[in-house]
């Protein structure tokens, strides 16, 4: 079992930056593939990026590419998300998620999700 709790998000300007924090429970934290999703009002909920479980890895959507880094601490049992130049589009409720699925863009792969975090994104 993995719980998982995501740092409060915040109200940025365009072309700001924020980061994210998800804390996780657990002692198998570090086995997981841990990915961040985000759900905009009236919108599916989408990829963003993910890291597999010893860090060596990275993928993400191509939306955030260049601009979104996700990386992890297993001692601290915390994932981050680093957004730099944010833009409006970017506004959503943002999720972290943990799975030991190789399919680590799908949504139904993912085991265990945190409440969101809510991030806006002002023009």
């Known amino acids: 079992q993995v719980q998982l709790v995501e740092s409060a998000g915040g109200l940025v300007q365009a072309g700001g930056s924020l980061r994210l924090s998800c804390a996780a429970s657990?002692?198998?934290?570090?086995?997981?593939?841990m990915g961040w999703f985000r759900q905009a009002p009236g919108k599916e909920r989408e990829f963003v990026a993910a890291i597999t479980w010893l860090g060596a890895s990275t993928y993400y959507a191509d939306s955030v590419k260049g601009r979104f880094t996700i990386s992890r601490d297993n001692g601290k049992n915390t994932v981050y998300l680093q957004m730099n130049s944010l833009k409006p589009e970017d506004t959503a409720l943002y999720f972290c998620a943990a799975t030991r699925s190789v399919s680590r863009s799908e949504i139904k792969a993912y085991d265990y999700w945190g409440q969101g975090t809510q991030v806006t994104v002002s023009s």
């Open positions: 657990g002692r198998t934290f570090s086995s997981y593939t």
